[in-house]
């Protein structure tokens, strides 16, 4: 079984590492930026999968239900917890 609280906590880490502060202070990054980033890659079996369980606990929101690379790059993929 996966442990989706800690694929959680490391995608955190990760969209603070890769993201940048918005307008209103929350960290925020591209989801192609998430998604070619080559450590992220190895991170995450389902990016996807731990970014909609993210999205359902209010750790994070985006525009939309999926994300598709390619498709959805330029979603920004916002932090919404510090």
């Given at each position: 079984?996966?442990?989706?609280?800690?694929?959680?906590?490391?995608?955190?880490?990760?969209?603070?590492?890769?993201?940048?502060?918005?307008?209103?202070?929350?960290?925020?990054?591209?989801?192609?930026?998430?998604?070619?980033?080559?450590?992220?890659?190895?991170?995450f079996e389902?990016?996807?999968?731990?970014?909609?369980?993210?999205?359902?606990?209010?750790?994070?929101?985006y525009q939309?239900?999926?994300?598709?690379?390619?498709?959805?790059?330029?979603?920004?993929?916002?932090?919404?917890?510090?």
């Open positions: 079984t996966m442990n989706v609280e800690h694929e959680i906590n490391l995608l955190v880490e990760e969209i603070r590492r890769l993201g940048t502060k918005n307008a209103d202070g929350q960290v925020s990054v591209k989801f192609g930026i998430l998604f070619a980033d080559e450590k992220c890659a190895n991170l389902a990016l996807v999968g731990t970014l909609k369980a993210a999205k359902r606990r209010k750790v994070v929101t939309g239900e999926l994300l598709l690379q390619g498709v959805h790059d330029n979603v920004d993929i916002v932090l919404l917890q510090d």
